[in-house]
């Protein structure tokens, strides 16, 4: 009985603990929610929303569609990159902004404002690259033509005569560099190189890379089913948390991969291991088989689900009526 009356005012106490912590969360959250509806860009989005629920129709719904799939590929281009973690950063200072008004914390709040008000130009020199990239994918997916071979048999073909090159260089620990375009335009480093404009073998491929020849410094440019370049100077990674013992053509194939899709082969002139970049990531230790099931599953896929371009189906229009007046 006694131990009862002892733990009895303990549980009190704890309740009115739990009551007190209740109260002042549930008056924080209050606060916040007040302070959130009284800035002007939500009070502006609320408007519109509840606008558009009033009178709402097809347009409406069609509109809201377009905004939604806009984030939607938004998200997913910078998915996986430097900017997605811009993008959790920034949400962050989101929340904390009305948090730090609602605390009057008002040295806290007028440092999260202002880094919010300049952090808008620092994204678009910070993340020029990633932007650049964003805007080159828009525009390639549109009008450009899609440098991936159309027929499977030729495109086996073509990665085969690849494979034999890359598989007999690495056993003899020959560096090299070979860049497969595809969907965005490789003009600028082409132009870099030797153009050659060759049928893609694994012979021709192993003496453009053998050791103290004039070419086997660069990068070799593939396009379709030819080799269009060779000596090619590709930009490097700014990408510091890399490998720091990776070498500079596995620098360079991070640093192509990121500005652009193209496929990136690199056989270590050291250790002779294949390696594949392809949008900014470098993964490493190929064997041939694997790296030939790993490049027709990206290159089948991106063909497929991409279809044509607009620049394609004026191409093939042009084409039918030329036949048509012929």
Same mark, same amino acid.
Not at 122 to 132: A, G, L, M, T, W
Not at 300 to 325: F, H, P, Q, S
């Given at each position: ?17 739990? %009551? ?5 969360? !549930? ?8 302070? #959130? ?11 519109? %929303? ?16 377009? #905004?939604? %799939? ?15 973690? *811009?993008?959790?950063? #920034? ?6 902004? =009305? ?10 709040? %007028? ?17 020029? =690259?990633?932007? !650049? !990239? ?79 020849? =004039? ?19 590709? =930009? ?9 013992? *990776? ?50 599953? #990206? ?6 689900? !991409? ?20």
């Amino acid at each position: 009985m006694r131990e009862c009356i002892i733990t009895l005012p303990r549980i009190c106490k704890t309740e009115k603990k739990s %009551f007190k912590m209740y109260l002042i969360i !549930r008056f924080l959250l209050y606060n916040l929610i007040v302070t #959130v509806m009284e800035v002007k860009f939500v009070q502006e989005l609320i408007m519109i %929303f509840t606008n558009s629920l009033k009178d709402i129709s097809i347009w409406s719904i069609i509109d809201i569609l377009i #905004v939604a %799939f806009i984030f939607y590929r938004g998200y997913i281009l910078i998915k996986e990159t430097r900017a997605e973690q *811009l993008l959790k950063g #920034v949400i962050l200072l989101l929340i904390l902004i =009305p948090i730090s008004y609602v605390l009057r914390l008002q040295m806290l709040n %007028f440092i999260l404002t202002k880094t919010l008000t300049i952090g808008v130009l620092s994204i678009i020199i910070i993340f020029q =690259p990633e932007i !650049r !990239r964003a805007l080159e994918h828009i525009g390639s997916t549109a009008f450009d033509d899609f440098h991936v071979i159309q027929d499977d048999q030729k495109l086996e073909e073509v990665i085969d005569q690849l494979i034999i090159a890359v598989e007999d260089m690495a056993e003899t620990k020959t560096g090299a560099l070979i860049a497969i375009e595809q969907g965005t335009g490789l003009a600028e480093i082409i132009s870099t190189g030797t153009q050659l404009d060759a049928v893609i073998t694994s012979a021709l491929i192993e003496n453009i890379f053998f050791k103290n020849t =004039p070419l086997h410094d660069g990068a070799t440019i593939i396009r379709n089913d030819r080799i269009v370049s060779a000596g090619c100077v590709l =930009p490097l990674t700014n990408n510091n948390t890399i490998n720091k013992k *990776l070498g500079t053509r596995h620098r360079a194939a991070i640093g192509l991969s990121e500005i652009s899709d193209a496929l990136v082969i690199v056989v270590s002139e050291e250790t002779g291991a294949i390696s594949l970049a392809v949008k900014g990531r470098l993964t490493r230790n190929y064997d041939g088989k694997k790296l030939k099931n790993i490049l027709l599953k #990206v290159m089948r896929n991106r063909r497929d689900k !991409r279809g044509k371009t607009y620049g394609e189906k004026v191409k093939i229009c042009l084409k039918k009526l030329k036949e048509r007046i012929s």
